[in-house]
């Protein structure tokens, strides 16, 4: 509203108290316990269509108002009174009526207007307008059939019936097929089918003219046309070319009619411009726009007969131009288009709420074209009817000086042209009124920790009141940055935090009085997602777990919920009807992972009063799809393109495609690889065998995997051609002496590229200038007789077929069959390393010699006798194989203090060749081994008898024994290490005396040579209380594994302590006590019936055996090599012997002579783990490692 415009200056105070109830009017509704004006709240459209296949036909008018308004309505302006007429159903409280469809339909078609009044004043709907449609027809006529001269225009009328719009017009036969249209035919806005010029085909005698009208489902046929076309020849009996020349002539327009015309539309309908013309040849018709372009939404149909400009708008309007031209001339009609406008406002009257003594202003205006009239009424009747003193029109605006409660009144304002109407009602409501607060006491309000709440306060009165909040009871308002009373009355807190928690009080007041009510607020605890889903790549088929814990405040205990969404649904969580989901702790599990199951999921942390969310998205991964779409194309000889369309890659990308294929002839669905290309392509060139019947399929391959095949395309069968290859797997081998196998693997039976699949084997001697033998043969091998032995070969192999020859094959040499070599190895040494080793070298046998590729040297060595018994005694043969041409070897663990034997001999594929002179050696000594036997023989208070065996390999002439011994018990000291030298080596017993009575010694016994001693063997006994008689006993013995003796000695100071409990009676006093006296009875006794065990033990000859104690006590001494296998030499360099003091001495002091292979560094042979060598020893076998050796030596060239 412009303020400035009006020009009584004493109307300022009232104007401004008028925009305030205006503002409060804009933002309150007035209550219905007020007393107010009626207010049309509801009304049928303004045009109510009477379809007959409707039941019925509500005519709807409804309104509020206090008191409650009473319905009039008029028909055509007349007075209308629904109760009257009891075929209308009328509805209680309301001005609502119902007209039923009984057929009687058309005495109540009119225009019809609502009235609502009360004491106040009245409001009225719009016009609304009962339409009742009567049923569309063509009327019943006769036409004649209209005759046309060949090349002449002619249109055929329709004339539709009027009816409910739209309308839809065609024009088809009888047989309801359409007439065909084109530029020569067609149909006009109108409904007429218009003929440019006729030709003999448009004779027929059922043109029908068909009228659709959709809204009321009705469609309606006009009587069958007939046309006849006379020609030229059967008027004037003329030639046939004659007859068939139709006379040109310029165009004319058939409609519209005349130069120029003039369209009006309303603004928004779609703008229609036709011109239809006829001549000969068939005109064609252009469109311009006078001055301008033609609107860039405009578009031609019709066969550019129609020009069609969309939603038209005032810049449509302007002159247009339509010109239908052909050869001979042309044709023009000019448009002037009106663009008009229905009603539109531009000041729209609103109702208002004034004070008593207020101006109250009230302004209508409209736009239109042609320019709407403006209709002030009051109540529903014109202004001058009803006059106020304090009322006044000026122009567009009625104002009201010092308004009073009876000048209350609706009033309504129409605008209205030729286009169409608009009414708006405004109710003036003029009182005074005390606050009235409408929103309840005592409301409970409820906020989130640091989010906002709006408490309310719907507060009507007039003037408006001033409105204020206070807290507990404060008479202060509520101030501060986070605090806001709106204009309608409510209290915003942003930001709240547990201290708003209170009672809050509105207070409401004006002129008239004051009112207020109290509010509560809670301020609680945020709900608030801690731990939320995370984004997921999971493999299809599998579960899938989403997490999603939240903190919430207590209270909401009860009605706190976590819900699941995906894609913005919720998951129902029902497990009997939604299995694959199920909610454990806060975890999604989603069971057999599908492609469905992609998408983003939402957890939803609730309580009533906030929520919180998190979401992640869950891409599920799958292998590819099959491909699709396969295609052979640019189809060659030996060769075609094969393209495809892939598969959805289930979000991973696929890296590459597997092309197989499958061939009819050779194996029958059988699927191979053919090809592998990178995952960006999509076609691919095959190269192919010759005289295939080829089947493709391809698939995807991802990170997850091969996806499944594609359908195979058609078969594809290659032309035959001759072979691509020659065999190139080529072994030449000779097994006897005169002849040469050759062998070769055959080209795969695709690979044949025809039928007639053939091998030429071509040879010659490298070493003499020849021709090359040729044969044809068809299997895969072929022998040569009659060669010389062992000399080298040239062998080429080609393959042929029907179609011709493969490419020109590659040369490989060979030799022929070997034979045994004929000589042994000369200059055989033997050099001693120490004890066990020896190295072994010879000169080389030459080549010639050979007959045959060099596999190798072999040594085969035995034990003659042990030199301390010169008896001859053969032991086991022994061989070590030398691959290679190497002239040097190591024997490794041969028994010191022995006479041996060996000999050198070559062999190659054939086997072995003569050996070379036995060469006699002999070992020095070395340490004996250990003793077999060593046990305790007899056990005193103060000495213990031993006895042992002497080591069966001495290894030489034993000068000693070495007998050691000390004190153990159960404690972690020992005592000092006794050593007795038994220098005579035939003592094979000993008796220690001045031992401890009840206390545990340990022996270690040691067998010596001048090269030193040998392994230790121990044993261990306790000396017992009292003497007793001497017997073979083995009380209290045990036997021990331990390696060797402490070397160091302890001093006295550390001599163990021992308590036994059989010296008790040394100590005065206690061997009076009873305890005692029973005790030491306990320990006879049992001390008897152990000896009477062990007498009878003994008298049953229960001594050691050897066996036994070795099987108790294993020594890893004694666990020496395997002298019965052979020993596969194979390095290329003799390396040290590693572990050799084993075989020499289990614990050699210092000081002891022993030779090491160490000393020997240059050597190089091979050992297992466990620190044996490489090969076995095994006389027995000889005959069958021969063989072996005969087999493996065979290499082919």
Same mark, same amino acid.
């Given at each position: 509203?412009?303020?400035?415009?009006?020009?009584?200056?004493?109307?300022?105070?009232?104007?401004?108290?008028?925009?305030?109830?205006?503002?409060?009017?804009?933002?309150?509704?007035?209550?219905?316990? !007020?007393?107010?004006?009626?207010?049309?709240?509801?009304?049928? +459209?303004?045009?109510?269509?009477?379809?007959?296949?409707?039941?019925?036909?509500? !005519?709807?008018?409804?309104?509020?108002?206090?008191?409650?308004?009473?319905?009039?309505?008029?028909?055509?302006?007349?007075?209308?009174?629904?109760?009257?007429?009891?075929?209308?159903?009328?509805?209680?409280?309301?001005?609502?009526?119902?007209?039923?469809?009984?057929?009687?339909?058309?005495?109540?078609?009119?225009?019809?207007?609502?009235?609502? &009044?009360?004491?106040?004043?009245?409001?009225?709907?719009?016009?609304?307008?009962?339409?009742?449609?009567?049923?569309?027809?063509?009327?019943?006529?006769?036409?004649?059939?209209?005759?046309?001269?060949?090349?002449?225009?002619?249109?055929?009328?329709?004339?539709?019936?009027?009816?409910?719009?739209?309308?839809?017009? #065609?024009?088809?036969?009888?047989?309801?097929?359409?007439?065909?249209?084109?530029?020569?035919?067609?149909?006009?806005?109108?409904?007429?089918?218009?003929?440019?010029? @006729?030709?003999?085909?448009?004779?027929?005698?059922?043109?029908?003219?068909?009228?659709?009208?959709?809204?009321?489902?009705?469609?309606?046929?006009?009587?069958?046309?007939?046309?006849?076309?006379?020609?030229?020849?059967?008027?004037?009996?003329?030639?046939?070319?004659?007859?068939?020349?139709?006379?040109?002539?310029?165009?004319?327009?058939?409609?519209?009619?005349?130069?120029?015309?003039?369209?009006?539309?309303?603004?928004?309908? /779609?703008?229609?411009?036709?011109?239809?013309?006829?001549?000969?040849?068939?005109?064609?018709?252009?469109?311009?726009?006078?001055?301008?372009?033609?609107?860039?939404?405009?578009?031609?149909?019709?066969?550019?007969?129609?020009?069609?400009?969309?939603?038209?708008?005032?810049?449509?309007?302007?002159?247009?131009?339509?010109?239908?031209?052909?050869?001979?001339?042309?044709?023009?009609?000019?448009?002037?288009?009106? !663009? *008009?406008?229905?009603?539109?406002?531009?000041?729209?009257?609103?109702?208002?709420?004034?004070?008593?003594?207020?101006?109250?202003?009230?302004?209508?205006?409209?736009?239109?074209?042609?320019?709407?009239?403006?209709?002030?009424?009051?109540?529903?009747?014109?202004?001058?009817?009803?006059?106020?003193?304090?009322?006044?029109?000026?122009?567009?605006?009625?104002?009201?000086?010092?308004?009073?409660?009876?000048?209350?009144?609706?009033?309504?304002?129409?605008?209205?042209?030729?286009?169409?109407?608009?009414?708006?009602?405004?109710?003036?409501?003029?009182?005074?009124?005390?606050?009235?607060?409408?929103?309840?006491? =005592?409301?409970?309000?409820?906020?989130?920790?640091?989010?906002?709440?709006?408490?309310?306060?719907?507060?009507?009165?007039?003037?408006?009141?001033?409105?204020?909040?206070?807290?507990?009871?404060?008479?202060?308002?509520?101030?501060?940055?986070?605090?806001?009373?709106?204009?309608?009355?409510?209290?915003?807190? #942003?930001?709240?935090?547990?201290?708003?928690?209170?009672?809050?009080?509105?207070?409401?007041?004006?002129?008239?009085?004051?009112?207020?009510?109290?509010?509560?607020?809670?301020?609680?605890?945020?709900?608030?997602?801690?731990?939320?889903?995370?984004?997921?790549? $999971?493999?299809?088929?599998?579960?899938?777990?989403?997490?999603?814990?939240?903190?919430?405040?207590?209270?909401?205990?009860?009605?706190?919920?976590?819900?699941?969404?995906?894609?913005?649904?919720?998951?129902?969580?029902?497990?009997?009807?939604?299995?694959?989901?199920?909610?454990?702790?806060?975890?999604?599990?989603?069971?057999?992972?599908?492609?469905?199951?992609?998408?983003?999921?939402?957890?939803?942390?609730?309580?009533?009063?906030?929520?919180?969310?998190?979401?992640?998205?869950?891409?599920?991964?799958?292998?590819?799809?099959? +491909?699709?779409?396969?295609?052979?194309?640019?189809?060659?000889?030996?060769?075609?393109?094969?393209?495809?369309?892939?598969?959805?890659?289930?979000?991973?990308?696929?890296?590459?495609? $597997?092309?197989?294929?499958?061939?009819?002839?050779?194996?029958?669905?059988?699927?191979?690889?053919?090809?592998?290309?990178?995952?960006?392509?999509?076609?691919?060139?095959?190269?192919?065998?010759?005289? !295939? /019947?080829?089947?493709?399929?391809?698939?995807?391959?991802?990170?997850?995997?091969?996806?499944?095949?594609?359908?195979? &395309?058609?078969?594809?069968?290659?032309?035959?051609?001759?072979?691509?290859?020659?065999?190139?797997?080529?072994?030449?081998?000779?097994?006897?002496?005169?002849?040469?196998?050759?062998?070769?693997? +055959?080209?795969?039976?695709?690979?044949?590229?025809?039928?007639?699949?053939?091998?030429?084997?071509?040879?010659?001697?490298?070493?003499?200038?020849?021709?090359?033998?040729?044969?044809?043969?068809?299997?895969?091998?072929?022998?040569?007789?009659?060669?010389?032995?062992?000399?080298?070969?040239?062998?080429?192999?080609?393959?042929?077929?029907?179609?011709?020859?493969?490419?020109?094959?590659?040369?490989?040499?060979?030799?022929?069959?070997?034979?045994?070599?004929?000589?042994?190895?000369?200059?055989?040494?033997?050099?001693?390393?120490?004890?066990?080793?020896?190295?072994?070298?010879? @000169?080389?046998?030459?080549?010639?010699?050979?007959?045959?590729?060099?596999?190798? #040297?072999?040594?085969?060595?035995?034990?003659?006798?042990?030199?301390?018994?010169?008896?001859?005694?053969?032991?086991?043969?022994?061989?070590?194989?030398?691959?290679?041409?190497?002239?040097?070897?190591?024997?490794?663990?041969?028994?010191?203090?022995?006479?041996?034997?060996?000999?050198?001999?070559?062999?190659?594929?054939?086997?072995?060749?003569?050996?070379?002179?036995?060469?006699?050696?002999?070992?020095?000594?070395?340490?004996?081994?250990?003793?077999?036997?060593?046990?305790?023989?007899?056990?005193?208070?103060?000495?213990?008898?031993?006895?042992?065996?002497?080591?069966?390999?001495?290894?030489?002439?034993?000068?000693?024994?070495?007998?050691?011994?000390?004190?153990?018990?159960?404690?972690?000291?020992?005592?000092?290490?006794?050593?007795?030298?038994?220098?005579?080596?035939?003592?094979?017993?000993?008796?220690?005396? /001045?031992?401890?009575?009840?206390?545990?010694?340990?022996?270690?016994?040691?067998?010596?040579?001048?090269?030193?001693?040998?392994?230790?063997?121990?044993?261990?006994?306790?000396?017992?209380?009292?003497?007793?008689?001497?017997? @073979?006993?083995?009380?209290?013995?045990?036997?021990? @594994?331990?390696?060797?003796?402490?070397?160091?000695?302890?001093?006295?100071?550390?001599?163990?302590?021992?308590?036994?409990? =059989?010296?008790?009676?040394?100590?005065?006093?206690?061997?009076?006590?009873?305890?005692?006296?029973?005790?030491?009875?306990?320990?006879?006794?049992?001390?008897?019936?152990?000896?009477?065990?062990?007498?009878?033990?003994?008298?049953?000859?229960?001594?050691?055996?050897?066996? *036994?104690?070795? /099987?108790?006590?294993?020594?890893?001494?004694?666990?020496?090599?395997?002298?019965?296998?052979?020993?596969?030499?194979?390095?290329?360099?003799?390396?040290?012997?590693?572990?050799?003091?084993?075989?020499?001495?289990?614990?050699?002091?210092?000081?002891?002579?022993?030779?090491?292979?160490?000393?020997?560094?240059?050597?190089?042979?091979?050992?297992?783990?466990?620190?044996?060598?490489?090969?076995? #020893?095994?006389?027995?076998?000889?005959?069958?490692?021969?063989?072996?050796?005969?087999?493996?030596?065979?290499?082919?060239?």
């Amino acid at each position: 509203m412009d303020l400035q415009r009006i020009r009584n200056p004493g109307m300022w105070s009232g104007l401004v108290i008028c925009v305030c109830a205006l503002h409060m009017t804009s933002a309150f509704e007035i209550p219905l316990e !007020v007393e107010q004006l009626p207010t049309i709240t509801a009304q049928s +459209p303004s045009s109510l269509i009477a379809f007959p296949f409707d039941e019925s036909f509500s !005519v709807t008018c409804e309104a509020k108002g206090n008191p409650a308004p009473e319905f009039a309505w008029t028909k055509n302006g007349q007075e209308f009174d629904p109760l009257q007429d009891p075929r209308l159903m009328k509805e209680e409280n309301s001005g609502t009526f119902v007209i039923p469809n009984n057929g009687n339909l058309t005495e109540y078609q009119g225009t019809y207007r609502c009235f609502a &009044t009360n004491k106040l004043g009245t409001a009225i709907s719009t016009e609304i307008e009962f339409i009742v449609p009567h049923v569309p027809k063509f009327p019943k006529e006769t036409i004649e059939p209209l005759k046309v001269d060949e090349g002449q225009s002619f249109v055929l009328k329709c004339n539709p019936p009027k009816g409910i719009p739209p309308l839809q017009i #065609y024009w088809m036969t009888i047989n309801l097929q359409h007439i065909e249209q084109d530029e020569r035919v067609s149909m006009g806005l109108n409904g007429d089918l218009y003929f440019a010029h @006729a030709e003999e085909k448009d004779s027929r005698r059922d043109y029908c003219c068909f009228a659709a009208f959709p809204r009321i489902r009705t469609i309606v046929q006009k009587t069958a046309m007939s046309v006849i076309i006379q020609t030229n020849k059967a008027k004037n009996g003329m030639s046939p070319g004659a007859a068939n020349a139709i006379r040109e002539r310029r165009p004319t327009l058939l409609t519209p009619p005349g130069v120029k015309s003039e369209i009006v539309l309303v603004k928004g309908e /779609d703008l229609y411009l036709e011109c239809i013309a006829e001549g000969f040849p068939t005109p064609q018709v252009e469109w311009l726009k006078i001055g301008d372009e033609l609107p860039e939404k405009a578009a031609v149909e019709n066969h550019g007969k129609l020009l069609v400009v969309s939603r038209a708008e005032q810049e449509d309007s302007g002159r247009y131009m339509c010109k239908a031209k052909n050869g001979l001339g042309e044709a023009v009609h000019y448009f002037t288009v009106i !663009v *008009e406008e229905p009603p539109e406002w531009l000041f729209e009257p609103e109702s208002q709420l004034s004070m008593v003594g207020s101006d109250v202003i009230l302004k209508c205006s409209a736009s239109g074209t042609p320019q709407p009239t403006v209709t002030w009424r009051v109540n529903g009747f014109p202004l001058n009817k009803s006059p106020m003193p304090n009322r006044r029109v000026l122009g567009d605006t009625i104002v009201l000086h010092n308004a009073k409660e009876s000048d209350s009144a609706v009033y309504q304002c129409e605008a209205s042209n030729k286009h169409g109407s608009m009414l708006v009602n405004a109710n003036i409501m003029i009182m005074n009124l005390p606050p009235m607060i409408l929103t309840n006491e =005592g409301e409970s309000y409820s906020a989130v920790e640091a989010k906002g709440v709006i408490m309310h306060c719907n507060v009507f009165s007039s003037p408006p009141s001033s409105i204020t909040w206070s807290r507990d009871d404060s008479t202060e308002s509520v101030q501060g940055p986070r605090f806001t009373v709106h204009d309608n009355g409510s209290l915003e807190i #942003y930001e709240t935090d547990k201290d708003d928690t209170g009672q809050y009080t509105c207070y409401a007041k004006n002129t008239e009085g004051s009112s207020a009510i109290d509010a509560m607020l809670y301020v609680k605890g945020p709900t608030k997602i801690i731990v939320g889903p995370e984004e997921q790549q $999971i493999l299809i088929g599998t579960t899938s777990q989403l997490s999603c814990l939240a903190e919430y405040d207590k209270s909401f205990s009860d009605d706190f919920e976590i819900l699941w969404e995906k894609d913005d649904m919720e998951i129902g969580l029902n497990y009997t009807e939604n299995p694959r989901y199920l909610v454990e702790e806060g975890v999604l599990h989603i069971i057999n992972v599908s492609h469905r199951d992609q998408g983003l999921y939402r957890c939803v942390a609730r309580t009533p009063l906030d929520r919180d969310t998190a979401s992640a998205w869950l891409t599920v991964l799958d292998v590819p799809d099959a +491909p699709e779409s396969l295609v052979l194309s640019e189809h060659k000889s030996r060769s075609v393109k094969l393209k495809w369309i892939p598969g959805d890659e289930h979000n991973s990308s696929t890296t590459e495609f $597997i092309i197989q294929f499958e061939e009819s002839q050779w194996e029958p669905g059988n699927w191979k690889e053919l090809l592998r290309v990178p995952g960006n392509l999509h076609s691919t060139l095959l190269k192919l065998h010759g005289h !295939v /019947d080829y089947r493709f399929r391809v698939a995807g391959v991802n990170a997850v995997g091969r996806g499944p095949y594609s359908e195979p &395309t058609e078969r594809y069968k290659t032309e035959p051609a001759a072979p691509d290859r020659n065999p190139e797997t080529i072994k030449i081998e000779g097994h006897l002496p005169h002849e040469m196998d050759i062998n070769w693997e +055959p080209l795969l039976p695709i690979e044949h590229n025809g039928p007639g699949l053939e091998y030429k084997v071509s040879y010659r001697r490298q070493d003499m200038e020849e021709d090359w033998h040729e044969h044809m043969v068809k299997r895969h091998s072929f022998v040569v007789k009659s060669t010389p032995t062992f000399v080298p070969y040239e062998i080429k192999i080609q393959a042929k077929n029907h179609q011709g020859w493969g490419p020109e094959p590659k040369i490989v040499t060979g030799y022929s069959g070997e034979d045994f070599p004929s000589a042994a190895p000369d200059d055989v040494a033997v050099v001693l390393m120490n004890s066990s080793v020896a190295k072994v070298t010879w @000169a080389p046998v030459h080549k010639e010699k050979l007959h045959g590729h060099l596999g190798g #040297y072999r040594i085969n060595w035995w034990r003659l006798r042990s030199l301390v018994d010169s008896k001859k005694q053969h032991g086991d043969k022994h061989a070590l194989n030398v691959p290679g041409d190497r002239t040097h070897a190591t024997l490794p663990s041969l028994t010191p203090y022995s006479e041996y034997s060996l000999i050198v001999m070559t062999f190659n594929g054939r086997g072995n060749g003569p050996g070379s002179h036995p060469v006699n050696f002999r070992t020095p000594e070395g340490v004996p081994e250990k003793n077999p036997v060593f046990r305790v023989t007899d056990v005193q208070k103060h000495s213990v008898s031993l006895a042992w065996a002497p080591p069966l390999e001495p290894n030489g002439i034993l000068t000693k024994y070495l007998l050691e011994y000390q004190l153990i018990n159960d404690t972690e000291e020992v005592g000092p290490l006794q050593t007795v030298n038994i220098s005579n080596p035939d003592t094979t017993k000993w008796l220690l005396r /001045d031992l401890e009575a009840v206390s545990k010694y340990k022996f270690y016994l040691r067998s010596c040579t001048v090269r030193g001693c040998g392994p230790v063997v121990s044993e261990e006994s306790t000396t017992t209380l009292e003497a007793t008689p001497t017997l @073979a006993s083995t009380l209290g013995t045990s036997k021990s @594994a331990s390696p060797s003796p402490p070397s160091t000695t302890k001093s006295p100071a550390t001599k163990p302590t021992r308590s036994i409990i =059989g010296l008790a009676s040394i100590h005065g006093g206690i061997s009076t006590q009873g305890w005692f006296i029973g005790l030491m009875c306990a320990i006879a006794l049992l001390t008897l019936i152990v000896l009477v065990a062990c007498f009878v033990n003994r008298n049953r000859g229960g001594k050691y055996s050897v066996k *036994e104690k070795e /099987d108790l006590h294993p020594d890893v001494e004694s666990q020496g090599m395997n002298d019965d296998t052979f020993c596969e030499y194979s390095d290329n360099d003799e390396k040290p012997l590693k572990g050799s003091q084993h075989s020499l001495s289990g614990d050699m002091k210092a000081g002891d002579s022993g030779d090491s292979l160490v000393d020997y560094g240059d050597e190089d042979v091979q050992f297992n783990e466990d620190g044996s060598f490489i090969g076995e #020893y095994a006389g027995r076998k000889e005959k069958r490692v021969s063989a072996e050796v005969k087999s493996t030596a065979q290499t082919p060239a």
